[in-house]
């Protein structure tokens, strides 16, 4: 019913910059939160950073400088620019999205298939 998209990974060098993008389709009546999780080898899954209907965002304390997310709602998209990465930004990176079909009253979280991210040099 929903679908999320993800491009824009790849292979960096340390320094370097990549630009995450995540589409939405499929019978969307409303999006609200829209997010970016990663998940690196050996350690926790976690948020990077989230960006509501109203542009309103939350950051993973570490990132907030590096990884200026931002949210076109015309095009049901969201958009992680990942700047001065290092080897620790290594993952596999998630779109989320708090979606509500048409013809439902409840919202509900969906995923994309992940992109991966590697720096190294």
């Known amino acids: 019913q929903v679908q999320l998209v993800e491009s824009g990974g790849g292979l960096v060098q340390p320094g370097g910059s990549l630009r995450l993008s995540c589409a939405a389709s499929?019978?969307?009546?409303?999006?609200?939160?829209m997010g970016w999780y990663r998940q690196a080898p050996g350690k926790q899954f976690e948020l990077v950073a989230s960006?509501?209907?109203?542009?309103?965002?939350t950051w993973a304390d570490s990132l907030r400088d590096r990884f200026p997310i931002s949210r076109d709602n015309a095009k049901n998209a969201v958009f992680l620019p990942m700047n001065s990465l290092t080897p620790e930004d290594t993952a596999a990176y998630y779109c989320?999205?708090?979606?509500?079909?048409?013809?439902?009253?409840?919202?509900?979280?969906?995923w994309g298939r992940g992109t991966q991210v590697t720096v190294s040099s």
């Open positions: 989320n999205a708090i979606v509500r079909i048409r013809g439902r009253e409840a919202a509900w979280p969906y």
């Open positions: 960006i509501n209907a109203n542009g309103e965002t």
């Open positions: 499929g019978s969307i009546s409303r999006i609200y939160d």
